[in-house]
């Protein structure tokens, strides 16, 4: 055989390379892109693969004096960075445009014009991290020695063009509360950047999010106007997107979305990496209903991944993407007259280069509100503002104006009753269809329909191919609200777990979910998911000892933390105590896994117990938190041989409950101050030795 030469190695190793990526394209390396395959959203939208990411030059090219950059995980800060764009621009003529934080590089900020504006609408989650998209924008601003396009340093004042204003989303029952927006506002300020306004913060824990959004805009806006020179106009409503309806087009044709969520999906064959962008239709390979109590529901569900080359760990999130009810979706559309036409194609396209369409296009009215919109969630004063203008009568125009400007009558009317925009509208125009609205302003005043996650509830370690959740129904009765609240996603479940399980009529509460998914894709049965890796571990050394914290639903995480062990412990590792607080409202009614935890002690041995508290037993409530106090003493030494601390489900109320317990526990254990045992639950919570898997 011929020699090889250093060259035909290099071409060889470059084909053999190249050969390689080609067939492993979307399975070992992403393909990032449009979502959306080569939909209409193809030609919206932010930069994308191969276009630019310099934000400077791409305010140039499209025109735009105002960027407003969003940090958003479940698409509140996304949404309310829209609000700004939208109404910069119809109330002073701003040139606005809408930016992922993850679209773009930030090293020539220093050369932003002053005479333009950047918006920064940014969420804050975990311990006082940013969302995803925000990650490396923050990394950016937060790093020591951050330099810019023009070489300045920090101490140069390098961002000395750039005007920017604020807003924060936050939750106060969060230790780190809004702490992406303090400290991007001090990076920037620090950098010479000058702020417009004062900087805006929401808080999520006080339900005052909106409330506070609309407080801070008024008075940001006048301080713009003033430093930009802006004058004040008569908003006019103008849409962002074209809707074409397509009669020459048939629902069925194989080019329509009816909920596919990207083109791979349409064309039937989903490929990965599957992700926050693409998500897999699983198989639900089991679901079992957790509560003996007929009043509630709680659905354990085994969710195959195999195939998918999806993979998780102990302590990960899945995400479900959910499909709203046909009850709602129906109501939506008659109360906007568009039932008849429900199964229309349209269109759907940026009527500016730069707006997203937030869903593959062409479909049709009803896939759009079925599988794309959070028709559900609780309608805002501003929105209710913005329709006020499309109303079917002066009466109803004069009701929703009121509404839109006073706070406690939007309260009593709208809040307090638990409405979603389309019970509003149905209420208030006696079931009369509003047939002015522009089907445009629904997509832009609505957020995208966002994927629930739920803290795995199984362990890597034990069933790498199958992920488990544990989901309370959520039903929410209040007295004077004129419907029952029914969580979108767990009702979505408990229909699947109905059909999986052969119910005749796999229909609860009427709500007339389309189980089947679009083109019967989900069928047999099937949900859209996909993996959202956290910092919630075990330690790697199982002879660690742990405490778990974990009342109703947040004992999911710890019930795959204890099977870990108890497999470990099986297979002859050596595994340290493993502690669990559980809590529940009666040990016959809601004990989770009530069965299971036998089992577990038999693997663990006297290395494992369970502390119970049962709170609607007796006359008087008992929490984790009386059963920690209980056993107080062996917990502090416990923690004194460094066990990992661990706290999953209620933020609001539990955990820091729980978080404050310990540090008066630590505090009288070791003869040391309140302020002392604080600063040790601190350092604990630095360290990652006190991990929080909360929500609220
Ligand atoms: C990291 C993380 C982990 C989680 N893990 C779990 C878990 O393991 N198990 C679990 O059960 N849950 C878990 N959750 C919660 C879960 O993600 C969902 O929020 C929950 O299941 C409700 O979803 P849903 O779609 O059924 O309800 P949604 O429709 O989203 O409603 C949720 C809530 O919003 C409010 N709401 C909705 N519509 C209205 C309206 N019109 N008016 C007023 N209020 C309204 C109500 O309070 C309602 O309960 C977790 C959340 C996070 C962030
Ligand atoms: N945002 C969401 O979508 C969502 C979804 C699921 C769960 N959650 C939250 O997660 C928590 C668990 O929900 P769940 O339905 O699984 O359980 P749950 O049945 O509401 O509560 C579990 C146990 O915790 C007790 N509890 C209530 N307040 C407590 C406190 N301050 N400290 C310690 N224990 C307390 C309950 O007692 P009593 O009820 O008898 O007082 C009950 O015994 C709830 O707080 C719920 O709000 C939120
Ligand atoms: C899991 C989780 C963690 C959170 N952590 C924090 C936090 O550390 N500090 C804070 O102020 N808010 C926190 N929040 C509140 C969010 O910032 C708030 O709900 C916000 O509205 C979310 O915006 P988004 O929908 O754009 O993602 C958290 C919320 C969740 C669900």
């Not at 067939?23 to 932010?46: C, E, H, I, M, R």
């Not at 629902?251 to 490929?271: C, I, M, R």
């Not at 998918?308 to 499909?323: E, F, M, Q, R």
């Not at 129904?473 to 996603?489: D, F, L, Q, R």
């Amino acid at each position: 055989m011929a020699q090889l030469d250093t060259l035909d190695i290099i071409v060889l190793a470059v084909l053999l390379l190249g050969t390689i990526a080609y067939f492993t394209k979307g399975t070992y390396w992403a393909v990032y892109g449009d979502p959306y395959g080569n939909s209409l959203a193809n030609s919206n939208g932010a930069a994308k693969a191969g276009k630019s990411r310099n934000i400077i030059e791409k305010m140039e090219e499209a025109d735009k004096n105002c960027v407003v950059f969003y940090g958003s995980q479940t698409g509140t800060a996304e949404d309310y960075a829209s609000r700004l764009a939208k109404e910069g621009h119809s109330r002073f003529g701003l040139n606005t445009l809408v930016a992922d934080l993850e679209d773009y590089d930030y090293e020539n900020l220093d050369k932003f014009p002053d005479d333009k504006l950047a918006v920064f609408v940014l969420a804050t989650y975990g311990e006082g991290e940013p969302t995803d998209n925000a990650v490396e924008f923050y990394e950016f601003f937060g790093s020591e020695d951050v330099s810019f396009s023009e070489g300045g340093s920090a101490d140069d004042s390098p961002l000395s063009n750039l005007k920017y204003v604020a807003f924060g989303l936050g939750n106060n029952t969060y230790e780190h509360y809004n702490s992406m927006v303090r400290n991007v506002d001090k990076y920037l300020t620090k950098l010479g950047a000058t702020r417009l306004g004062a900087a805006g913060e929401g808080d999520d824990g006080a339900g005052t999010m909106e409330e506070d959004f609309l407080a801070w805009k008024e008075p940001m806006w006048t301080a713009v106007s003033e430093a930009l020179g802006l004058e004040e106009r008569e908003a006019v409503y103008e849409p962002v997107f074209e809707i074409t309806e397509k009669p020459e087009m048939n629902a069925e044709d194989d080019t329509v979305y009816l909920g596919e969520p990207n083109k791979n999906h349409l064309e039937g064959s989903q490929k990965g990496p599957f992700n926050a962008n693409n998500p897999f239709i699983a198989p639900i390979a089991e679901s079992t209903e957790l509560f003996t109590d007929k009043t509630r529901n709680c659905l354990h569900m085994e969710i195959s991944i195999a195939g998918s080359n999806l993979s998780y760990t102990t302590g990960d999130h899945i995400a479900i993407w959910p499909t709203n009810a046909g009850k709602e979706v129906d109501r939506f559309l008659n109360v906007l007259g568009l039932s008849e036409k429900r199964h229309t194609v349209v269109t759907v396209k940026g009527l500016d280069p730069t707006a997203k369409v937030p869903f593959p296009s062409p479909t049709t009215y009803d896939a759009a509100v079925r599988y794309h919109i959070e028709i559900c969630a609780p309608v805002s004063r501003q929105f209710v503002s913005t329709l006020a203008q499309f109303s079917p009568s002066e009466d109803i125009k004069t009701e929703m104006v009121k509404l839109g400007s006073d706070k406690d009558y939007f309260h009593e009317k709208v809040i307090d009753r638990n409405l979603n925009v389309s019970q509003l509208l149905e209420i208030l125009s006696n079931g009369k269809p509003w047939t002015s609205i522009p089907f445009s302003l629904m997509i832009e005043g609505l957020v995208k329909i966002q994927p629930r996650y739920y803290s795995i509830s199984s362990s890597s370690y034990v069933q790498k191919d199958k992920i488990a959740i544990t989901a309370v129904v959520e039903s929410i009765e209040k007295p004077g609200a004129p419907h029952v609240v029914k969580g979108v996603t767990t009702n979505y479940l408990l229909a699947l777990k109905q059909k999986q399980h052969g119910e005749p009529h796999p229909d609860p509460h009427g709500l007339n979910y389309a189980i089947v998914g679009p083109r019967n894709k989900y069928d047999g049965i099937h949900v859209p998911v996909h993996v959202r890796h956290s910092n919630f571990k075990l330690p790697s050394d199982p002879s660690k000892p742990i405490i778990m914290v974990g009342p109703g639903t947040g004992v999911a995480p710890f019930r795959a933390f204890v099977q870990e062990r108890a497999a470990q412990a099986k297979a002859g590792q050596n595994v340290g105590k493993t502690v669990l607080f559980f809590g529940c409202r009666n040990r016959n009614h809601d004990f989770l896994y009530v069965k299971e935890w036998d089992a577990y002690k038999d693997a663990l041995g006297d290395n494992f117990i369970m502390h119970t508290a049962f709170s609607r037993e007796g006359p008087n409530k008992v929490y984790v938190q009386h059963k920690i106090e209980e056993y107080a003493e062996e917990l502090n030494k416990l923690l004194e041989q460094k066990a990992y601390f661990y706290v999953c489900g209620d933020a609001a109320n539990m955990a820091r409950e729980v978080n404050s317990l310990l540090a008066k526990i630590i505090s009288k254990h070791r003869n040391v101050s309140e302020t002392k045992g604080e600063e040790i639950v601190k350092a604990m919570r630095a360290s990652n030795q006190y991990q929080e898997d909360v929500w609220s």
